[in-house]
Nanobody, 123 residues
Framework: EVQLVESGGGLVQAGGSLRLSCAAS????????IGWFRQAPGKEREVIAC????????YYADSVKGRFTISSENAKNTVYLQMNRLKPDDTAVYYC????????????????WGQGTQVTVSS
């Protein structure tokens, strides 16, 4: 059974940092493309960063480029999202998702999802 479990969310002041983790199980980690998405209240879910643990390819949305870093620790089947210089606009529920489609950035391309973790950035 494919499982993705996010952790690391919380409340932080603007300008602060958080590191999210996505622990994966039930599939061959190196074969999949892992994405971080977020959904703010009243807004659609959007992709923010993706990584191929097997190849090392990464993708960032313009809104987080230069502030967020995605990485993987393959021995632990875990993907991280280091978030620096956080802004109130970063407040959202953050989800990790997995797909066999390399370079996928659209929500419908990801069949497997975690339950999400709340990130709240206060001004």
């Amino acid at each position: 059974e494919v499982q993705l479990v996010e952790s690391g969310g919380g409340l932080v002041q603007a300008g602060g940092s958080l590191r999210l983790s996505c622990a994966a199980s039930g599939f061959t980690f190196d074969d999949y493309y892992i994405g971080w998405f977020r959904q703010a209240p009243g807004k659609e879910r959007e992709v923010i960063a993706c990584i191929s643990p097997g190849v090392g390819h990464t993708y960032y949305a313009d809104s987080v480029k230069g502030r967020f870093t995605i990485s993987s620790e393959n021995a632990k089947n875990t993907v991280y999202l280091q978030m620096n210089r956080l802004k109130p606009d970063d407040t959202a529920v953050y989800y990790c998702a997995a797909t066999l489609s390399l370079l996928a950035t659209l929500e419908y391309e990801y069949p497997y999802w975690g339950q999400g973790t709340q990130v709240t950035v206060s001004s």
